[in-house]
Nanobody, 113 residues
Framework: QVQLVESGGGSVQAGGSLRLSCIGPRDVFENNPMGWYRKPPGKMSELVASMTAFGDTYLADPVKGRFAISRDNAANTVSLQMNHVNFEDTGVYYC???????WGQGTQVTVTA
């Protein structure tokens, strides 16, 4: 069974930083753009950031200038560096092969005062 496994979630104070990482099978990383979605409490999931194998990136407007996505194709990992977090960044963050049903189990990020 294909698995994407996230790590790095937790509680962080507003204004602080957190780094999420995801590892998965090589063929998934080779054949798909990889991204991070988040599901805030009571809201729909939204794409936060994505990156193709060639390095093309997308960042949602609310996180531009604060978050950065990177991937290591040799290590089959994709990471999300979250800086200057605010309360609206709270939610469950999912690693996914964009445009597919391949999602990780999610990791909780909670921004505190």
């Amino acid at each position: 069974q294909v698995q994407l496994v996230e790590s790095g979630g937790g509680s962080v104070q507003a204004g602080g930083s957190l780094r999420l990482s995801c590892i998965g099978p090589r063929d998934v990383f080779e054949n798909n753009p990889m991204g991070w979605y988040r599901k805030p409490p009571g809201k729909m999931s939204e794409l936060v950031a994505s990156m193709t194998a060639f390095g093309d990136t997308y960042l949602a407007d609310p996180v531009k200038g604060r978050f950065a996505i990177s991937r290591d194709n040799a290590a089959n990992t994709v990471s999300l560096q979250m800086n200057h977090v605010n309360f609206e960044d709270t939610g469950v963050y999912y690693c996914a092969a964009v445009g597919t049903s391949l999602w990780g189990q999610g990791t909780q990020v909670t921004v505190t005062a």
